[in-house]
């Protein structure tokens, strides 16, 4: 099982990325997935979650209104749309599935700056 993140970069305030996590060793189809961020010298947070099949998203209230999570199963992909990014956006973003047990990829870096 494994979770590889990419599309990390620097960019200015009120600028865009968009985030994408490439699945493998399972039936991606049947996982949610999730992507988390975490900023220098900060905990974890949950970013955004979509459901396997009906595709239910869900985001914390600090990115709601400007990322999207979305998923495309043929692809065992799944991508965050980043747009009106904050500096307070800046933090290494992983890529989450829990398949039997916690899979991370191994983050990549947003950083925010002008």
């Known amino acids: 099982v494994q979770l590889v993140e990419s599309g990390g970069g620097l960019v200015q305030p009120g600028g865009s990325l968009r985030l994408s996590c490439a699945a493998s060793?399972?039936?991606?189809?049947?996982?949610?997935m999730s992507w988390y961020r975490q900023a220098p010298g900060k905990e974890r947070e949950l970013v955004a979650t979509?459901?396997?099949?009906?595709?239910?998203?869900d985001y914390a209230d600090s990115v709601k209104g400007r990322f999207t999570i979305s998923r495309d199963n043929p692809k065992n992909t799944v991508y965050l749309q980043m747009n009106s990014l904050k500096p307070e956006d800046t933090a290494v973003y992983y890529c989450?599935?829990?398949?039997?047990?916690?899979?991370w990829g191994q983050g990549t870096l947003v950083t925010v700056s002008s």
């Open positions: 060793g399972f039936t991606f189809s049947s996982y949610a």
């Open positions: 979509i459901t396997s099949v009906a595709g239910i998203t």
């Open positions: 989450y599935a829990n398949v039997r047990r916690r899979v």
